[in-house]
């Protein structure tokens, strides 16, 4: 009796191996020739610029294909038929066709490359992977904002791109290229937000430390915990807080837990306005600066540490307790500073409702002192910043370089879903 045949091996997906393979042996052929100094991996000449190149001109046949002939047309040049060579003309009966190429520099994250790039008879091909007069592709700009954010200065910046990368820019082009996070900026000002905010932190931020213009910022936490930039507005506009609380609101903000912010007239009243069971709580670390004002410096280094533990004690009691004794411990002479302590606690107390978890992330300045001391090292290297626009645009830049990209995604807090019940519970939401 016959055996049976083997069954047939399981169905594979062929385009994956194929291409799985195909990477592999170019790694392999690659790291061969790198290795031995024959060929260059990076700069002028070098096999990822030859690699881009093929990309890019293999792309762009692709796409002028489909502009020409469409989903499931036949003949030369369509999916799936032979092709047409992309310099050829078109068919003598007429209609659009290939008109050769035209030869085009751009600039990469990996250096230039010299591409050619196709067009139509009519001038309606418009490809996408290299828009009409295009000198940049989007990777360098994003390159060109990533390290300015990071607090390289323009001459830095183009020295850096001209040294790493073989890309050779001017301070002009790196300026129009990071104003384009303006753009992006007026875009998120007015795109739908959640309806839900545990925390939403107000603050008002320069340039760097010797001043210069000042900017608003929002910066929200989302149910999931993580942080989001809900707007930055130029106060020099008349941008105030009730307008700026109006405009989250217009935006589809329904809940806000918690506002944290300084102690500025009218938030209070602003926030009730809106969201009527929201908790107003002052920032520890605005109220820290207002108060160590009104004391020499030699004393700060122990006048902070004897604040800031009022604000972790366990109770309102206990806090009022150790603010007594602070009191005592420092005399009289420093007693200008404990009274604006206590002219802020009615925004204070409000954060001992809240568990240890919740309060350590109302309290503890996290990511806004951060961006503060980035916008100092930032001015250090660029210099100050003296109009709006400049200023709107290096506190931008400094958020988006706030998380890391191993952060990325990660909830502010370690174990956010305790803190969100916390806030949840003492906000009474």
């Known amino acids: 009796m016959r055996a049976d045949p083997d069954p047939p091996p399981a169905p594979v997906d062929p385009a994956g191996l194929v291409d799985q393979r195909l990477v592999r042996q170019l790694a392999e052929a690659a ?5 031995s100094g024959a060929v260059r991996l990076l700069g002028d000449g070098g096999l990822l610029q030859a690699l881009a190149k093929q990309l890019i001109e293999r792309a762009l046949e692709l796409e002028l294909q489909e502009h020409l002939h469409g989903p499931g047309a036949d ?13 050829s003309v078109g068919a003598p009966g ?9 030869a085009r520099r751009l600039l990469t994250e990996i250096g230039p490359v010299e591409v050619r790039v196709p067009r139509d008879r009519d001038g309606s091909f418009a490809p996408r992977t290299v828009r009409p007069r295009a000198r940049r592709l989007p990777g360098l700009d994003q390159l060109v904002v990533s390290l300015t954010a990071r607090g390289l200065s323009s001459g ?8 790493v990368y073989g890309v050779e820019i001017s301070r002009e082009t790196v300026s129009a290229i990071t104003d384009q996070v303006l753009d992006e900026l007026a875009e998120r000002r007015g795109c739908p937000l959640d309806p839900v905010y545990p925390v939403v932190f107000l603050d008002s931020v320069r340039s760097g430390r010797s001043g210069g213009p000042l900017v608003h910022l ?4 989302s149910t999931n915990g993580l942080r989001e930039v809900l707007g930055l507005w130029p106060a ?3 941008e105030c807080w009730p307008q700026v609380l109006a405009g989250l609101a217009e935006r589809g903000v329904r809940e806000v837990w918690v506002l944290v912010g300084d102690a500025a ?16 709580h002052t920032s520890v670390a605005h109220l820290l600066h207002a108060a160590l004002r009104h004391a020499p410096g030699e004393d700060w280094g122990g006048l902070a540490p004897a604040l800031h533990e009022i604000c972790t004690a366990p109770t309102e009691a206990a806090a009022l307790e150790r603010l007594g004794r602070a009191e005592r411990e420092w005399g009289p002479g420093h007693r200008e500073v404990f009274r604006v302590w206590r002219a802020a606690w009615p925004l204070l107390a409000p954060g001992f409702r809240f ?7 109302l309290t503890g300045g996290g990511a806004l002192e951060r961006l503060h001391a980035r916008l100092r090292r930032i001015e250090q290297v660029a210099g100050r910043v003296r109009d709006e626009r400049a200023a709107l645009k290096r506190v931008y830049l400094a958020t988006l370089a706030l998380d890391s990209p191993s952060g990325a995604g990660r909830p502010w807090a370690g174990d956010w879903p305790t803190v969100r019940e916390e806030l949840r519970r003492g906000s009474g939401h």
């Open 31 to 35: 790291a061969a020739q790198v290795g």
């Open 236 to 238: 020099a506009d008349g």
């Open 75 to 87: 003949g030369p040049g369509a999916p799936g038929g032979p092709p047409r060579a992309v310099g």
């Open 94 to 102: 007429g209609g659009n066709g290939p008109n050769g190429a035209r």
């Open 218 to 221: 929002a910066l929200g936490v």
């Open 156 to 163: 830095e910046l183009v020295a850096h791109l001209a040294e």
């Open 265 to 280: 007239p009218g938030l209070a009243e602003a926030a009730a306005e809106r969201w009527p069971g929201t908790v107003v």
């Open 355 to 361: 568990g240890p978890e919740a309060r350590r992330l």
